[in-house]
């Protein structure tokens, strides 16, 4: 059987799981370019494949079509919006995800973005390396109340985070575990009570058609003139001309942003403006999440492959 691998950190600190293939019997097929395939390059590379370690390159049902051998797809990750699961379920292709394995790692970036936003790390690090050493003030964290929509391991794990910085915990999810909240102290609010309460708001929610633009010009409008918005999950979550036009005029204090509908993004505004703190998508990107992420994809498609 042959595999296929695309993730450019999989594998990079931890090679133990090309091992961990190549002991099961497989061949393994890497993704040489430096970059995220695209649908063609998809298409070429998993003609013959039986299976795939996938991040966020497109298998769509051109791609599945495509590959007529494949019988699991193993995602590096969580989100499987860049999966067609409706088509990889029509061929009973086996998906799996890398649940939790980079929980932490993505909860520390939330809150690193967070500190970076509200006490304007970057900026007062650029004016100081043009010897400007003025004193900006900036906003308190500590006392403050955030709010998660979306309380999976990352979000549990950023309001773990959050409170031992003092801050009050809302959350929203569609599926609330009444005991989980109610034992680590986070209290249960509708998005709306969320907007109008909450000096910061971070994303934690899977993109769905029913979670594409969940906040858009509306919901913007009903935060806090001071509100700081957090985005570590999809770019397809946010309105992000929305967005821009609300950080352009004041109306927000800040976001830190490390997912986009596109990546980079190609709206210029994204790199002139000083409230924003800009990620590459990086959130997950440690060497404890990677190789957690690699073993427990690697581990997940060996077994759906049966063997």
């Known amino acids: 059987m042959k595999v296929l691998t695309t993730p450019r950190s999989y594998g990079k600190t931890d090679p ?23 649908r063609e390059g998809m298409k070429a590379l998993l003609a013959d494949c039986d299976g795939v370690i996938v991040g966020v390159d497109p298998i769509d049902a051109e791609v599945i079509a495509a590959a007529p051998k494949l019988k699991a797809i193993a995602k590096y990750g969580v989100g499987v919006d860049n999966i067609d699961l409706d088509a990889a379920k029509a061929r009973d292709i086996k998906v799996s995800r890398t649940v939790g394995a980079n929980a932490e790692a ?17 900026l007062i690090d650029q004016h100081c390396r043009q010897g400007d050493w003025k004193k900006i003030t900036t906003r308190d964290v500590t006392g403050g109340t955030i709010g998660i929509l979306g309380l999976g391991a990352i979000g549990r794990n950023v309001a773990q985070r959050a409170q031992g910085f003092g801050m009050k915990v809302l959350a929203h999810d569609p599926f609330w575990d009444e005991a989980y909240a109610k034992a680590h102290g986070i209290t249960r609010a509708a998005p709306d009570e969320i907007f109008a309460e909450c000096d910061v708001i971070s994303l934690h929610l899977p993109l769905t058609p029913e979670t594409e633009n969940f906040i858009g010009a509306a919901e913007l409008a009903k935060m806090k003139p001071d509100a700081i918005l957090i985005n570590t999950a ?13 950080l352009e005029a004041g109306r927000l204090c800040g976001a830190g942003i490390d997912a986009f509908s596109s990546e980079p993004p190609k709206d210029p505004r994204w790199f002139t403006l000083d409230n924003v703190v800009l990620g590459s998508h990086c959130a997950a990107s440690t060497a404890g999440a990677s190789r957690n992420m690699g073993r427990m994809a690697t581990a997940n498609l060996i077994h759906d492959l049966g063997l």
Do not use: C, P, Q, S
């Open 16 to 38: 133990e799981v090309f091992a961990m293939l190549r002991a099961a019997g497989l061949e393994v097929v890497r993704n040489e370019t430096g970059g995220i395939l695209d």
């Open 106 to 122: 993505v909860a520390d970036y939330a809150m690193a973005l967070l500190l970076a936003v509200a006490r304007k790390t970057v």
């Open 234 to 246: 999809r770019g397809g979550l946010i309105d992000e001309n929305a967005l821009l036009d609300a």
